[in-house]
C-alpha cells in the first residue's frame, strides 16, 4: 500500500515539472514574438521579419561575363 503512495507522489511531480516545462517554452515563444514587434519599427517590417522566407527552386542565371570575373577572382585568390 504504501509503495502505490509513492508511485502515485512520483507520478503527480513529474506530470506538475510537464506542466511547468511547456509553460516556459510558450513563455519563452511569447517573449520572442514581443521582442520582435518591439525591435520592429512599424507593421509592414514585423511582417517581413516574421515571413517564412521563399525558396526558389530556378537555377540563378550568371552571364558570361560574371563567370569570367569569377574565374579571374578564384584565381587571383586562391
Known amino acids: 500500500m504504501e509503495i502505490v ?3 502515485m507522489d512520483l ?3 513529474v506530470g506538475l515539472l510537464l506542466i ?3 509553460m516556459q517554452k510558450r513563455h519563452a515563444a511569447e517573449r520572442s ?6 525591435m ?4 509592414d ?14 537555377p540563378v542565371h550568371v552571364s558570361e561575363e560574371e563567370e569570367y570575373y569569377r574565374e579571374i577572382e578564384q ?3 586562391g
Open 75 to 77: 584565381m587571383k585568390s
Open 11 to 13: 507520478a503527480i511531480v
Open 40 to 43: 520592429s519599427r512599424n507593421f
Open 20 to 22: 511547468i516545462s511547456q
Open 45 to 58: 517590417e514585423y511582417k517581413t521579419l516574421t515571413a517564412t522566407p521563399v525558396v526558389s527552386s530556378e
Open 33 to 38: 514574438e514581443l521582442m520582435d514587434r518591439l
Open 5 to 7: 503512495h509513492v508511485i
